[in-house]
C-alpha cells in the first residue's frame, strides 16, 4: 500500500510517501519538511495568518517534491492522506483540501488524519511493534500519556493540566530572550549550563495519576530570571539547563505514574514510545533510555525527525487506517479540536489488542 501524506496543522508545510506492506511493516519513500520559522520568528510564535499563506504557497512544491523523490506518480497511489485536525483551521483547510482534490482527480481514497494519532501510530512505522503500548506525546500544543490499544483506540492516563511540555520551553526561551521555537534554544543553551544552581519545582511529582503542570515551573523560572536581571550569558545557561532539568525528572515521575496506570488497567505494554517535539530533545532522550522498563517492556525512540511534525507520520497513520477500511468522504471538515479518543475506530474494536488487521 502506497500513500501520499499531508502535513499542515501548525508551521511545518510537509509531504511524504510510505509504503506500508501486507505484514504491516514500513518503508518510507520520500519525506520533505519545510519549516516556517523563518516567517514567524520576527513575532516569536506561530502567527496563523502567515501560517495558512505560507502553506498555500508551497504545497504543491513539495507534493511535487515528495512524489518525484518517491519515484511515483499520483495514479500509482493507494491512498491520500491529510491532517484533518486539531491545529490552525487555515493550515487544516490548505492541506485537507489538497488531499481532496488529488483524491477526487485520481479516484483514490481519502484519510483524514488526526495528527496525534499520526504521533501515536509513528513507532510502528519505524519498529516492528505490536499492540499495546504505551505513549509518552509531547508536543507545542499537547502532553499526554496514551494507552495506544489498536488503531483508532486510544485510551488517555494523563494529560497536562494548564500548559503543554513545549509551550513551556517556548515560553522560557522568551522570558530568557532566546530564539523561537524555544525549544530546540533552551535545549542548546542549557549544555553550558548548571542544572542545580536555580531550585525550581517539580510540579506533580509523587502524584498517583499521571497528569502534568507546567505553569508553576514556568512562573517560578520567570521570578529566578527577574531576580537576576540583568541576565549574564551564564545566567541565561544555568536557568535553561535547571528548567530542563526540572522538566526531565517531571516526565520521569509521571512516566512512572503512568506505566502503573497502565499495567492496572491493560496489563504490560509492549513498549514505551515517547513522540511530539519534546520527545527529539537529548536530555528527555537520556533519561527515557536510562529509565528502568521492567517485564519485557522496551523503550521505542523514533528518530528526532520523525518525533517533530512530518508528512511521514500522516501517510503511515493513513495507511495503518486504509488496512481497515477506515477512508473519509469528501465532505469530511476540517477540525481544530479533535481529541485522540474521538477518531473513528475499525468496525471490530480491540483487534489491535491481538494483532494486525488483514491486509485491505
Ligand atoms: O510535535 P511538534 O513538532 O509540533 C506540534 O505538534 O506542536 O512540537 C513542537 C514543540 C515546540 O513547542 C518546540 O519548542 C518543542 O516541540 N521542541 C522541543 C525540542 N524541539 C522541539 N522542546 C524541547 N527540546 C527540543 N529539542
Ligand atoms: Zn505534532
Known amino acids: 500500500m502506497i500513500v501520499l501524506g499531508l502535513e499542515t496543522t501548525c508551521d511545518e508545510t510537509a509531504a511524504a510517501v510510505v509504503e506500508r506492506d501486507d505484514d504491516g511493516r514500513g518503508r518510507i519513500l520520500s519525506n520533505v519538511v519545510f519549516s516556517q520559522i523563518d516567517e514567524h520568528a520576527a513575532f516569536g510564535g506561530v502567527v496563523p495568518e502567515i501560517a495558512a499563506r505560507a502553506h498555500v504557497e508551497i504545497l504543491d512544491g513539495l507534493i511535487a517534491q515528495a512524489m518525484r523523490e518517491a519515484g511515483r506518480s499520483f495514479t500509482t497511489l493507494d491512498g491520500v492522506a491529510a491532517a ?19 483524491a477526487l482527480v485520481h479516484e483514490k ?33 499537547h502532553t499526554q500519556i496514551v494507552a495506544v490499544l489498536g488503531v483508532g483506540d486510544y485510551v488517555r492516563l494523563g494529560t497536562t493540566l494548564d500548559d503543554a511540555i513545549g509551550e513551556a520551553f517556548d515560553k522560557t526561551a522568551k522570558v530568557l530572550g532566546l530564539d523561537y521555537p524555544g525549544g530546540p534554544a533552551v535545549e542548546r543553551t542549557a549544555r553550558d ?8 519545582p517539580r510540579p506533580m511529582v509523587g502524584r498517583p495519576d499521571a497528569n502534568f503542570s507546567l505553569s508553576g515551573l514556568k512562573t517560578a523560572l520567570r521570578l529566578e530570571a527577574e531576580k537576576c536581571a540583568p541576565l549574564s550569558d551564564q545566567d541565561v545557561a544555568d536557568l535553561c539547563a535547571s528548567f530542563q532539568q526540572a522538566v526531565a525528572d ?29 520527545a527529539s530533545n537529548q536530555a528527555i532522550r537520556k533519561l527515557l533510555n536510562a529509565s ?19 508528512g511521514a507520520m500522516i501517510a503511515w497513520a493513513g495507511a495503518e487506517r486504509l488496512a481497515y477500511g477506515l477512508t473519509d468522504t469528501l465532505d469530511t471538515a476540517p477540525k481544530p479540536r479533535w481529541p485522540l479518543d474521538r477518531v473513528r475506530k475499525p468496525a471490530e474494536p480491540g483487534l489491535g489488542l491481538t494483532g494486525d488487521p488483514v491486509s485491505a
Do not use: W
Not at 94 to 99: D, E, N, Q, S
Not at 126 to 132: H, I, M
Not at 252 to 274: H, S, T
Open 84 to 102: 484533518a485536525g486539531p491545529g490552525l483551521i487555515g493550515g487544516l483547510i490548505v492541506g485537507l483540501t489538497t488531499a481532496k482534490a488529488i
Open 109 to 141: 481514497p481519502l484519510l483524514a488524519v488526526n495528527h496525534l494519532e499520526a504521533h501515536a501510530l509513528t513507532a510502528r512505522l519505524t519498529n516492528d511493534l505490536p499492540f499495546p503500548y504505551c505513549l509518552f506525546l509531547a508536543s507545542g500544543g
Open 193 to 200: 549550563g548548571d542544572p542545580e544552581r536555580f531550585a525550581l
Open 250 to 278: 517531571m516526565v520521569k515521575d509521571r512516566l512512572r505514574a503512568g506505566l502503573r496506570l497502565f499495567r492496572e488497567k491493560f496489563g504490560q505494554p509492549m513498549a514505551l514510545v515517547a513522540a511530539g517535539g519534546v
Open 292 to 310: 528502568a522498563l521492567d517485564g519485557g517492556t522496551v523503550l521505542v525512540l523514533p528518530r528526532p525527525e520523525l518525533c517533530t511534525d512530518n
